[in-house]
């Protein structure tokens, strides 16, 4: 799917000046940005694409923990300062030790790493592969609230005043004008006690339409400063949270490449879940990925979209390779949205893989060496 690059070019200090263009929303500055290889990982027996990424500094040093979405039973750590692998942390999958199956996880410490069963809707602590706790994720929830945590990314977001949080699908069918007005996407799990509190809804423009069903998978979150940041593909604002769901501001993180979706209300189902669903979705624009680097204080988002001719294309599986990923660069401290970032075509994975470090901002390439892939770190200028 993705063709290599050489990876030369990256080691030259590439330099590539986007250009935006005016739509209704204004005109974004035009940022000047550079990728700078940071280091590979070279990957046995294991998937090279993981949605379940994860840094943390322990003793000084920084460790990437890789989560493997085939297996589901391990996590691969990397030092990126020894810039070698660590001891992989197994699971057990079955007895009083087993989880089941892993499709997310939280590094608290290397004492306590949260993981998250979807299917079994269960959130297990562990040290090590010694199980600590089980949570179960629908206790004390009426059926008609529970979520299912998500399972194509990295549910478990992290720890605030207590509670681990986590977004998921609505369990209730999707029916109904009014689906979008009364569901829940996110849940907070009290690690003390256990309970379960289900809280944040659609905004309000998803209210009373029915909208393509590809974008329940695209929701997004994030935990920052005992802070919850929400994205909604369709919706050009982020939403901020605190620890009880309650909103406390929106951020307008828009892209001129975001057109206006629009509803099936008139459409039978195997419209609004099928093919059209997704040509709509991907030629309007969808905002994806959600990221904060904390040290920093900077607020990343992409938003996927297409600039082809829809029409010209017999299927949804050709169409998806036109699509292209943009970054948006959102400055938290100023509330400001500082520029949009057009990535060069085949510089990076068409879909990149990302995740924030000590030094910023990485994006994956996969590489031409079998079994690997190249991490890039993205800095940027006015």
């Keep these: 799917m993705n063709k290599a690059l050489n990876s030369i070019i990256f080691l030259s200090a590439i330099i590539y000046c ?11 500055p ?23 990424l994860q840094t943390k500094v322990i003793d000084g040093e920084e460790f990437l923990f890789f989560g493997d979405v085939k297996m589901k039973d391990n996590i691969k750590v990397y030092n990126i300062d020894a810039q070698k692998w660590e001891e992989t942390i197994r699971f057990e999958k079955e007895g009083p030790d087993g989880i089941g199956s892993m499709n997310g996880f939280f590094v608290h410490t290397m004492d306590s790493i949260f ?14 592969n010694q199980k600590l706790k089980t949570y179960n994720t629908k206790e004390g929830i ?10 194509t990314n990295n549910a478990l977001k992290g720890l605030v005043n207590g509670k681990m949080i986590f977004y998921g ?8 004008l009014d689906y979008h007005s009364k569901v829940s996407v996110a849940q907070s799990i009290d690690i003390s006690t256990g309970l379960n509190t289900v809280g944040i809804g659609y905004p309000l423009e998803y209210h009373d339409h029915y909208w393509p069903g590809v974008i329940t998978i695209m929701n997004e979150q994030v935990v920052s400063q005992d802070l919850i940041y929400m994205s909604f593909p369709l919706s050009d604002s982020v939403y901020v949270y605190n620890s009880s769901f309650n909103l406390l501001k929106s951020l307008d993180i828009s892209s001129i490449n975001k057109r206006e979706t629009s509803n099936f209300d008139s459409e039978p189902l195997d419209k609004i879940n099928g093919a059209p669903g997704y040509f709509e979705v991907i ?11 904390e040290r920093n204080r900077i607020l990343f988002r992409t938003i996927s979209f297409s600039k082809s001719d829809e029409t010209l294309f017999s299927s949804f599986s050709e169409y998806r390779l036109t699509s292209e990923n943009n970054l948006l660069i959102y400055d938290l401290d100023q509330e400001k949205l500082i520029g949009e970032i057009n990535f060069r075509k085949e510089e990076l994975d068409r879909v990149p893989m990302m995740f924030i470090g000590q030094k910023g901002l990485y994006l994956s390439k996969m590489s031409e060496e079998e079994e690997a892939v ?9």
């Design 18 to 28: 986007s250009s935006c263009s005016p739509n209704e929303v204004g005109e974004l």
């Design 169 to 176: 699908f609505p369990e209730i069918p999707y029916e109904g």
């Design 115 to 128: 993981v998250v069963n979807s299917f079994g809707w269960q959130v297990h602590l562990m040290n090590g």
């Design 30 to 52: 035009e940022l000047n940005y550079k990728l700078t290889y940071a280091f590979q990982l070279v990957v046995e027996d294991h998937p090279l694409r993981t949605w379940s």
């Design 374 to 382: 190249d991490f890039y770190l993205l800095s940027w200028e006015p």
């Design 142 to 151: 009426p059926v008609l609230n529970q979520i299912t945590p998500f399972t």
């Design 283 to 293: 030629g309007k624009g969808a905002y994806t990925d959600l990221l904060i680097d």
